[in-house]
């Protein structure tokens, strides 16, 4: 036993050694023009990936038929009822019936298996798209939300359930907002 845990000890040791002296080793510096190169590469290829992202939602939409706005920073919304009741507003705590779908239609999340979903607007710890959607709705609103994957899990989904680079599909209810 004390052999196979000197061993796996050795192995780590030896891989460790092995990625210490292969970063030293790629070091490599670039000059001013190739890293201005590079970065307008990155931008290029976003922007591409962005407008890609754009034109699947805009034909989802039409294929449903939706009369769906959108924000300026790519959040697309729909308020299916609009509530009576409080507005959203950042500090107040959201409870949300919901699911969450693929653009393709797969069910990922809801409320009914999962529970209601509550958090603080304004401190994170959700997607950026559905704490600026949630900040559209009042008390009793049901909407829906279209994000892109900039705007949702981004370049690695969520590691679960949402792929990465995905555009997801949230429906919610506000149920109520509370201070607390």
Not at 58 to 83: H, Q, R
Request: glycine fraction near 8%.
């Amino acid at each position: 036993m004390k052999n196979i845990y000197s061993m796996k000890l050795f192995i780590l040791l030896l891989f460790f050694e092995i990625v210490f002296v292969s970063c030293k080793m790629n070091s490599t510096k670039y000059t001013a023009s190739e890293n201005k190169q590079f970065s307008e590469n990155l931008v290029k290829a976003n922007k591409g990936l962005v407008k890609k992202d754009h034109d699947s939602i805009s034909d989802y939409v039409n294929n449903n038929n939706w009369d769906m706005k959108k924000t300026e920073t790519g959040l697309w919304y729909e308020i299916v009822k609009e509530g009576r009741g409080r507005q959203a507003k950042k500090g107040l705590v959201a409870h949300l019936r919901y699911n969450v779908k693929l653009i393709n239609g797969k069910e990922c999340y809801n409320s009914d298996s999962l529970g209601i979903k509550s958090f603080k607007i304004g401190q994170g710890g959700v997607e950026t798209g559905l704490e600026e959607g949630v900040l559209l709705l009042r008390e009793g609103s049901m909407a829906r939300f279209i994000l892109p994957p900039y705007l949702a899990y981004g370049l690695l989904g969520d590691e679960n359930k949402i792929p990465p680079r995905s555009i997801i599909v949230y429906n919610v209810e506000m149920i109520k907002l509370t201070d607390y």
